[in-house]
């Protein structure tokens, strides 16, 4: 005799592609869009920004500083990174 455990675990997996029906296929992301943590190819580019104003910084202030003098959102992490690459950290 199953438990009422197992009576419950076999209704949730039959009802499990029921409880969350598929989007219409106007409604879809197409499905040639890109990784969302991919950065756009320019912000690399700006790195030169780094390089000419902010190579004493290092990569929290100059990603504080890009932000609030340029409008240029970019983690300290990538900018850490952009730093490294540029020999100035």
Not at 18 to 44: I, V, Y
Not at 53 to 61: C, E, K, N, V
Request: glycine share 6%.
């Amino acid at each position: 005799r199953p438990s009422a455990r197992d009576v419950m675990r076999c209704c949730a997996a039959e009802m499990a592609p029921h409880r969350n029906p598929p989007l219409p296929p106007q409604l879809q992301q197409p499905k040639t869009a890109g990784a969302n943590s991919k950065l756009d190819k320019t912000l690399g580019a700006r790195s030169a920004i780094v390089r000419e104003r902010y190579a004493d910084f290092g990569p929290t202030l100059a990603a504080e500083k890009l932000a609030e003098h340029d409008g240029l959102t970019v983690s300290r992490e990538t900018l850490r990174k952009w730093m490294a690459e540029a020999g100035l950290w």
